[in-house]
């Protein structure tokens, strides 16, 4: 694959990952930082960190980690989503269905989407690369 | 010339991998299928959880408009305040959505059920019967609270 497909990859990842960090900072401020068990809003806070964090490292930096790093923040936020879904919810928290709307489907929507365009470029730059280390004798 | 197990020489090149790229591709695959599970997870819990919220008011025989005196209830900070509230029979019990995201309230015994609630919405039930309705938040399941109805 072209070494600029690779590139507007990262930035799409990086775009859908962002994307995802600030919805979760804009439910930390609508109200889900004053939930009464504290970690929930910290949780929140903390994706939206590590979300900026994320999309950082996968547009400064062309390493296969990076994107490794993405993929693991995008499977603990769609883990958390379904555990909150859960009858014993996560942090005190349950909520149900796709609620808040429509920040839970657009988060699942930029979460998957992150995650596929992930795992694409894994292949791609990971599986398909290799090193040159020395002309052969 | 000795070739390591992850050389490869092609085109008169040595490459050399740190993990050999079937490992990786192993690797990857292992990834996407925990991507794929825990995304079903999550999508299936959506689905799952999803107790029709939003439906339109009252279903029960205990909410209509205000009539006569009331009492009055907030929710905030995902909690209803007060938790227990301690009316008359005929009174009504009006609860006002004061937090930045949507909540409803809804009966155990299914008496009063309300849409879902935005910030600044409002929604009244009246108490036509006496008794101990406990009710919980639609959507959050952890906010709980009750309605004392006095004969």
Known sequence: MRPGFVTIGR??????????????LKLYFDSYRDFPNANLGRSFL???IASLVAAILLVVWRNPLSLLAGLVLVNATLLAFALSRTSNGIFDFTETGFNPS?????????????????IGLLVVEWAGARREVAPAQ | ??????????AGVIRTDVVPGRQRLILIGVAAVITVLIAAFAVGRGVAS?????SSAA??????????SGAAAVIQNFAFSPKS?????GDAVTWTNRDGTAHSVKSDDGSFVSQDLDPGQTF???????GTFAYVCGIHSSMTGTVVVQG
Do not use: C
């Open chain 1, 11 to 24: 930035w799409v990842a990086a775009a859908l990952i962002l994307g995802g960090g600030a919805i979760h």
């Open chain 1, 46 to 48: 903390l994706n939206a």
């Open chain 1, 102 to 118: 429509p920040e839970a489907v657009l988060s699942l929507v930029f979460e998957i989407g992150a995650a596929v365009v992930l």
């Open chain 2, 1 to 10: 010339m000795y070739a390591a197990p992850h050389e490869i020489r092609e």
């Open chain 2, 50 to 54: 999803d107790t029709g919220g939003g």
């Open chain 2, 59 to 68: 279903a029960g025989p205990t909410s209509s408009p205000p009539s006569g």
């Open chain 2, 85 to 89: 509230i301690t009316v008359k029979v």
């Open chain 2, 124 to 130: 009244t039930a009246t108490f036509k019967t006496p």
